[in-house]
């Protein structure tokens, strides 16, 4: 291992092979191994034969533990950081780390491998080029309707993590925001047993939740298509009744009387008038 070197090494999501070569060699040798939890990370070493020491680093002690780790970078130690799974930093604690030891001009170094937004997004066939990462949706239906909101004219595809026993209640606010013809895709239990990856409308995935439990358990991730709004492809006399409308009444109201004079979809109304607000 190069000497006074930060590693930021990626651990599998579940499935125990999905640890790479490098990320091996990086574990077996660098002096001090950084983890979420120490027990968690102590399977993975034990699984692959790797006897290290660990020190506790999450949430709750980064920043007092960043000098410490500074100063045995700075004495010449090499350190891996990993969390509990998949890749550290992303919805995972280290970032307050790596920023200290870049501030410090310490030397980090990414180790890359599983993460679990990119291998549901590597499947879901929904268009890659531009997507947005936003981390965990609120718990609460309030929060987490106003954050549908904010995002509803967002043109790029939409990756989330979330609690599969939410699921009903989230695809349902998706539902409800962003409308029933949304495609979304439900990545489930990722290089697990039960994986599971589900593409259809909101309307249809409510459906398929409601009549399988099964699907409200482990893990997963949910991808949102992104809005497709041309005004252009809207009759421009449509869009003259939808902003009359809207100064009348709620836009599901005023959406669903638009769409049925001009016979336009109502989504795209809708998408139209929350990008008007
Ligand atoms: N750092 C991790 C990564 O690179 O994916 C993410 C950590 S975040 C605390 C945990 C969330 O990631 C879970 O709640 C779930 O949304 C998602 N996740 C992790 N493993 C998964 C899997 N095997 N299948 C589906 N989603 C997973």
Redesign the pocket.
């Known amino acids: 291992m190069n000497p006074s070197t930060f590693y930021v090494v990626a651990t599998p999501?579940?499935n125990l092979l999905d640890l790479s070569q490098r990320a091996i060699e990086v574990l077996s040798q660098v002096d001090l191994i950084a983890c979420e939890d120490t027990r968690h990370t102590g399977r993975l070493l034990s699984a692959y034969n790797i006897k290290n020491k660990t020190l506790s680093l999450h949430d709750h002690n980064e920043r007092q533990r960043q000098e410490y780790v500074a100063e045995l970078l700075q004495q010449g130690k090499s350190i891996a950081l990993v969390?509990d799974?998949?890749?550290?930093l992303?919805?995972?604690p280290g970032f307050h780390v790596v920023r200290y030891l870049r501030e410090q001009n310490l030397t980090v170094v990414p180790v890359p491998g599983?993460?679990?937004?990119i291998a549901?997004l590597s499947v879901a066939g929904l268009p890659t080029d531009r997507f947005t990462f936003e981390g965990f949706l609120p718990s609460k239906s309030g929060a987490r309707q106003s954050k549908l909101n904010e995002l509803a004219s967002e043109p790029r595809t939409m990756v989330f993590?979330?609690?599969p026993r939410r699921a009903i209640d989230t695809v349902q606010d998706i539902n409800d925001v962003l409308g029933g013809e949304r495609q979304i895709v439900i990545?489930?239990?990722?290089?697990?047993t039960f994986e599971t990856i589900h593409a259809d409308t909101a309307a249809n995935i409510l459906t398929w939740l409601n009549e399988d439990p099964n699907q409200l358990k482990g893990?997963?991730?949910l991808i949102i298509e992104g809005a497709h709004i041309d005004p252009n492809d809207i009759p421009e006399v449509a869009i003259k009744t939808l902003k009359l409308l809207l100064g009348e009444m709620k836009p599901k109201k005023a959406c669903a009387i638009a769409a049925e004079i001009h016979g336009v979809k109502k989504n795209a109304l809708y998408q139209l008038a929350l990008a008007m607000k």
């Open positions: 999501i579940g969390s799974a998949g890749t550290p992303i919805s995972d599983a993460c679990a937004a549901a993590y979330d609690a990545a489930r239990e990722l290089t697990k893990e997963m991730v």
